[in-house]
């Protein structure tokens, strides 16, 4: 009689152990778990499953370790990918960012999406058309020693523009370059405007000229034809000096400098007696 009780409290007591065991497996929900067998412990990944006798089936793949303890969840492996500007959370997640962005990176290593039909990605992460303009020096000059002679750097647009900028280098042993005002194109509206970074600055030891202008007190920009600036020169010797425009950026009213595509044209001077 003692027998009897002593294996029906046993029978109770591992039908409870086997119960609880398969409660927790359903309620955890387990992605990954370890089990362990005559080899030691396995990692196990997929959701694991009991058949009717209560024994653990996974189709899943394993990976043996060589830890021996005690059964023990396995979390999901995260990584955040690699770049600027994706946001993060406490487990290390990369989270992107394209908050209104049509292209460009995602701050985690993708992209916002790809811009179609000959659009370009600006910096601001937008798909915008290219537009084009043409700046030029006029005239080419070919003038006497001694003299003095005005050049224009000219524009013709049909994309608004709202400001600009450019470099000009010359030949600074025969050229020497006296004044430098702005035309009338970004103001022939009556719109005000503004010379930026203390331009324009002569370097007549290098030969060089910076100049930059913006229109002020409007949002709007301007288009057509006109002049960006007027320089005056004084020709000091016999000689041949180019005209070379650099670092030439037209600004568009929405701030995109990569919307325009500028087109180029220098000029030249031939000093002769």
């Known amino acids: 009689m003692r027998k009897k009780i002593l294996f029906l409290i046993l029978t109770i007591f591992l039908i409870v152990i086997s119960l609880t065991t398969i409660f927790l497996i359903e309620q ?13 412990l396995k990692v196990l990944t997929g959701k694991a499953t009991t058949d009717q006798n209560n ?10 370790t060589e830890n021996d303890d005690t059964v023990t969840n396995i979390n999901n492996y995260r990584s955040s990918s690699g770049g600027g500007g994706g946001g993060g959370n406490d487990d290390g997640i ?18 916002c999406g790809s811009c179609q039909d000959g659009k370009i990605c600006s910096s601001k992460g937008l798909c915008i058309y290219i537009k084009t303009a043409e700046v030029f020096i006029s005239p080419s000059i070919t003038n006497q020693i001694k003299e003095e002679f005005t050049i224009n750097i000219n524009i013709k647009t049909e994309t608004e523009i709202f400001a600009a900028e450019f470099e000009l280098s010359f030949n600074s042993s025969l050229l020497e370059a006296l004044e430098v005002t702005e035309g009338d194109f970004l103001k022939k509206d009556g719109a005000s405007t503004s010379m930026q970074n203390a331009c324009p600055v002569i370097n007549n030891t290098k030969g060089t000229i910076k100049f930059a202008n913006t229109r002020l007190g409007t949002t709007t920009g301007i288009n057509g034809n ?30 995109e400098v990569e919307k325009i595509k500028t087109n180029i044209k220098n000029g030249y001077v031939n000093i002769s007696y």
């Open 28 to 40: 955890i929900g387990l992605t990954g778990f370890i089990v362990k067998d005559s080899g030691g």
């Open 55 to 64: 024994n653990i089936d996974t189709s899943s793949s394993s990976t043996e």
């Open 94 to 111: 990369c989270i992107p960012n394209c908050g209104g962005k049509e292209c460009g990176d995602d701050g985690c290593g993708g992209s």
């Open 226 to 255: 006109g002049s960006l600036a007027e320089i005056k020169f004084n020709a000091k010797d016999i000689g041949n000096s180019q005209l070379i425009l650099e670092n030439v950026q037209l600004t568009d009213p929405s701030l």
